[in-house]
């Protein structure tokens, strides 16, 4: 069912006509001020920032079969991250990633258009940075930027001029770009710490585990156990919860981090993170059934 839901997707996105218009470079001037996600907003769009990943989802599958590039940055966003509580799966992400190479000219145009929203215009901007940087070869999973360094530099300055004009109020761009920061086109953590400070305190749940990380790890900030377990703990709402999140969390608790060791919780957090298919947390829980004193398994990396 997978493979024939991704096959039509494809031909879909081949199917719908796509005009060229040169392959500029040039950005839409809008930016507006942030306004936080209104709990009455039932676009995907909306459902995203609010952390209701699974109806996001459900809400994306009809722009998703259209091909739809929004829709697309979406679903690939959830699913590379297992926001829905399930593993992802690399032959559907590079079919996703593939659908985004084919809307690449059509998303440069709806740039220009004034008839598009600005959520839609900054979803093409942040998956048009992502493109710029990871290179277009739909072969390739994870995508990886060039290896040569004027060249990974180059990508990077180009994805940041996408980048630019969303970050006012785009947590997805903040937390691309957060990722670009400790890259070592900019290695600038105290930047990266920044822009996932700001996401975080938007509501955005993968930022929420971002700084969980860069606070546990002191990346960029003064390293605080504390305020590391706050975050956990705050990214953990989603729905479903975010299993890097649930992961982090049975780290707090099996480290002490900011709380009261306890092993018993740590097996808890651990084993949800497990049960929706991530791999640390599985690592994990198994580690503490086993009694084992192997180091934990975390996500020390930026995820957007």
């Given at each position: 069912?997978?493979?024939?839901?991704?096959?039509?997707?494809?031909?879909?996105?081949?199917?719908?006509?796509?005009?060229?218009?040169?392959?500029?470079?040039?950005?839409?001037?809008?930016?507006?001020?942030?306004?936080?996600?209104?709990?009455?907003?039932?676009?995907?769009?909306?459902?995203?920032?609010?952390?209701?990943?699974?109806?996001?989802?459900?809400?994306?599958?009809?722009?998703?079969?259209?091909?739809?590039?929004?829709?697309?940055?979406?679903?690939?966003?959830?699913?590379?991250?297992?926001?829905?509580?399930?593993?992802?799966?690399?032959?559907?992400?590079?079919?996703?990633?593939?659908?985004?190479?084919?809307?690449?000219?059509?998303?440069?145009?709806?740039?220009?258009?004034?008839?598009?929203?600005?959520?839609?215009?900054?979803?093409?901007?942040?998956?048009?940075?992502?493109?710029?940087?990871?290179?277009?070869?739909?072969?390739?999973?994870?995508?990886?930027?060039?290896?040569?360094?004027?060249?990974?530099?180059?990508?990077?300055?180009?994805?940041?001029?996408?980048?630019?004009?969303?970050?006012?109020?785009?947590?997805?761009?903040?937390?691309?770009?957060?990722?670009?920061?400790?890259?070592?086109?900019?290695?600038?953590?105290?930047?990266?710490?920044?822009?996932?400070?700001?996401?975080?305190?938007?509501?955005?749940?993968?930022?929420?585990?971002?700084?969980?990380?860069?606070?546990?790890?002191?990346?960029?900030?003064?390293?605080?156990?504390?305020?590391?377990?706050?975050?956990a703990r705050q990214g953990c709402q989603s729905l479903p919860p975010?299993?890097?999140?649930?992961?982090?969390?049975?780290?707090?608790?099996?480290?002490?981090?900011?709380?009261?060791?306890?092993?018993?919780?740590?097996?808890?957090?651990?084993?949800?993170?497990?049960?929706?298919?991530?791999?640390?947390?599985?690592?994990?829980?198994?580690?503490?059934?086993?009694?084992?004193?192997?180091?934990?398994?975390?996500?020390?990396?930026?995820?957007?």
């Open positions: 069912m997978r493979k024939l839901l991704g096959t039509c997707l494809l031909i879909a996105a081949m199917l719908l006509p796509l005009t060229g218009c040169g392959g500029f470079d040039l950005f839409g001037s809008e930016i507006d001020s942030y306004q936080p996600p209104s709990p009455e907003d039932h676009t995907p769009a909306g459902l995203v920032a609010r952390g209701q990943y699974s109806a996001a989802l459900e809400a994306l599958q009809p722009g998703l079969r259209l091909g739809e590039p929004e829709a697309v940055f979406y679903v690939l966003t959830i699913r590379k991250n297992g926001l829905d509580g399930r593993a992802a799966n690399p032959e559907e992400l590079r079919l996703l990633w593939d659908v985004l190479i084919l809307r690449s000219e059509m998303m440069r145009q709806g740039l220009r258009d004034s008839s598009l929203s600005t959520a839609t215009k900054n979803a093409y901007r942040t998956a048009l940075a992502q493109l710029a940087y990871f290179g277009s070869d739909p072969s390739i999973w994870p995508p990886q930027p060039p290896a040569d360094q004027t060249e990974r530099d180059r990508a990077a300055a180009n994805a940041v001029r996408y980048l630019s004009t969303a970050l006012s109020d785009f947590t997805p761009a903040m937390n691309f770009m957060a990722y670009l920061y400790l890259e070592p086109s900019y290695q600038s953590p105290s930047q990266a710490y920044a822009a996932s400070l700001t996401a975080a305190e938007r509501g955005d749940f993968l930022a929420m585990g971002n700084m969980a990380w860069l606070l546990r790890g002191g990346v960029g900030v003064e390293k605080n156990d504390l305020r590391a377990a706050h975050w975010v299993s890097r999140n649930q992961n982090e969390m049975g780290y707090v608790y099996e480290a002490g981090l900011g709380v009261t060791a306890d092993l018993a919780e740590a097996a808890i957090w651990y084993g949800r993170s497990a049960a929706q298919g991530h791999q640390a947390g599985a690592a994990n829980a198994l580690r503490l059934k086993k009694e084992t004193v192997e180091p934990a398994v975390l996500d020390d990396e930026i995820l957007f």
